[in-house]
């Protein structure tokens, strides 16, 4: 029942709550205006998306060098390596991370679903510290590979932080807030990484004024320059990594809460440590003296259903108040698999086909040197923009940030008026745009002035669509699960299809890129292959089933 400590208005909505009829109350709950502000569970929403930093710090920081670091392994005074050669490595480079993905997102899903979603987050943040760190000190492509394999099978526990995001967070009219709070933060933690990513590699030469031969951090007054980022010129952006990503498993297990049911209320020593720790700072640091009670707060509506008792009458005509408590039983694992799941799981994955083949060639194509083309057809034309990894860096970082303002400000209302899958189908009438005109930059590589915008505009559009895109395909894969029960193993599935095509697209690109190289046409990997993998996602979003709310106004936000 409802305390009295929450005053008159709590009780004045406890009548009313009794009085209505269950889809009544779900839809004037629906209907309450949502805001950020309103968003419950902040902290634990934030603890969560700072371990989904995992991911771009161990994928996105490398895109500004993987170009230079590669050129650099394959480097041969008599036998310089080309740019197809390059474009093939760095694709295989970063095939590899979502192929470990793809061999352990159904595990991690499977394990979280059993022994809990901290421990499981907890162990794949581990495995990540020690792959960051180890990749920076790596200097032949066979250990690049296996230790790029090792982060991807780390971060295959992107599922089970999207399922805990669901179970944090269970009320609906929150979880389209809610599941922009990852990509939010993956967004920010993109940025950072590729600005960062692009000024640290080589500091040698990027940053002198520190590591140069006569740099503050060149104790040894070694007249190359500080002796270490000589030998490892890139591993100053994996040790940035390691230490961000151990910084982010230290504050996941003092206060990141358990959030399988069956877990909750298990005794966490990381927890009991956390709470020591923020009692002493709040005595001893702030001054703050421990309340004599403590207020309760009711900060969703399922709070006020859980505890509402539902009248039911006797055959003696009164009213006995009971409470209903809905314990679905877990479906069978053959069951999990609706025909509205299978569809929206091939939605999924069709996204970060094109994305990820995006994100791969974006900035080697930028990396890659101009060329003067004398003679260019609409389709033969060759070279990219020349520029130096801390300008890529920069670049894509600078525009990163209209990724966390547009969702920040305009996904929720773009979302509010014409739904989830609406503005998944939007994204998807963009991406072609974006694709069907960043090769055309290489005719502008050489104008010092037009080549700026025109990039701009190619971000632009492709940072907007995926922004819209992405936590669409999330909730739309949430409400596609037939029950929370069973969310860790969707979740799981979703990022294995997702990173078998992360892993597929960069390969793919890799070598079409390189075949267009070789052939004359820089534009033929952006035509053939990312054109039309979005056109097919488009036309694909008329086969996902929407979720409708009018549907499931008899349910109970639980």
């Not at 739904?419 to 072609?432: E, S």
Request: glycine content about 8%; proline content about 6%; aromatic content about 10%.
């Amino acid at each position: 029942m409802i305390r009295r400590s929450h005053g008159d208005e709590s009780e004045r909505l406890l009548e009313d709550t009794i009085q209505e009829k269950p889809a009544t109350v779900t839809t004037r709950v629906l209907e309450e205006k949502v805001t950020w502000r309103s968003l419950p569970h902040k902290k634990q929403l934030l603890l969560l998306a700072l371990c989904r930093l995992s991911t771009p710090l161990s994928n996105a920081c490398l895109l500004p060098y993987l170009y230079f670091l590669v050129k650099s392994i394959l480097a041969d005074p008599e036998h310089p390596s080309a740019p197809q050669k390059i474009s093939r490595m760095t694709g295989m480079l970063v095939a590899a991370y979502p192929l470990g993905q793809m061999t352990t997102s159904m595990l991690w899903g499977r394990v979280s679903d059993t022994y809990g979603r901290k421990p499981t987050i907890l162990l794949g943040l581990t495995i990540s510290v020690i792959a960051n760190l180890s990749f920076g000190f790596s200097r032949s492509i066979g250990m690049l590979m296996f230790w790029r394999v090792l982060a991807g099978m780390a971060n295959g526990v992107l599922g089970v932080m999207r399922t805990m995001t669901a179970e944090i967070v269970k009320e609906r009219k929150y979880q389209t807030r809610a599941f922009l709070a990852l990509p939010l933060i993956f967004n920010s933690g993109r940025v950072a990484a590729l600005a960062i990513g692009g000024c640290l590699a080589d500091p040698v030469h990027n940053l002198p004024v520190f590591f140069g031969a006569a740099g503050v951090f060149n104790f040894s007054h070694n007249p190359g320059g500080v002796s270490w980022t000589i030998e490892y010129p890139y591993a100053l952006p994996a040790l940035f990594n390691g230490t961000v990503l151990g910084i982010c498993l230290v504050l996941a297990t003092l206060w990141l809460r358990e959030s399988l049911p069956a877990k909750e209320s298990d005794w966490d020593l990381g927890l009991a440590i956390g709470r020591t720790i923020t009692g002493f700072v709040r005595r001893q640091i702030l001054g703050k003296r421990e309340a004599s009670y403590t207020a309760i707060q009711i900060e969703e509506g399922e709070a006020i259903m859980a505890d509402v008792p539902i009248i039911q009458d006797t055959p003696s005509g009164s009213s006995t108040p009971t409470t209903y408590e809905q314990k679905p039983l877990r479906p069978s694992f053959r069951k999990i698999w609706t025909k509205r799941l299978a569809k929206t799981l091939i939605a999924f994955g069709l996204l970060p086909l094109h994305n990820s083949t995006f994100l791969h060639v974006f900035p080697v194509f930028l990396a890659m040197p101009s060329v003067k083309n004398e003679h260019p057809t609409a389709i033969y034309f060759i070279g990219g923009l020349g520029l130096a990894s801390p300008t890529i860096g920069l670049y894509l970082a600078a525009f990163g940030i209209c990724g966390i303002l547009l969702q920040l400000f305009i996904y929720p209302r773009i979302q509010k008026r014409i739904g989830t899958l609406g503005i998944y189908r939007l994204a998807h009438c963009i991406f072609p745009f974006a694709y069907l005109f960043a090769p055309c930059l290489s005719l502008l590589s050489q104008n010092a002035t037009g080549k700026w915008p025109a990039m701009a505009a190619v971000l632009f559009a492709q940072i907007m669509a995926r922004t819209m895109a992405i936590p669409s395909t999330v909730i739309l894969l949430t409400e596609a699960a037939p029950q929370r029960s069973v969310l860790g193993t969707v979740h799981g599935a979703g990022n294995t299809l997702s990173a078998m095509a992360s892993a597929t697209g960069p390969v793919i690109g890799g070598l079409l890129l390189a075949w267009g190289i070789e052939h004359g046409s820089v534009g033929f990997v952006w035509w053939a292959w990312l054109c039309v993998v979005a056109l097919a996602a488009f036309v694909w979003s008329f086969f996902v089933d929407n979720y409708n709310i009018e549907d499931h106004a008899e349910e109970i936000p639980r």
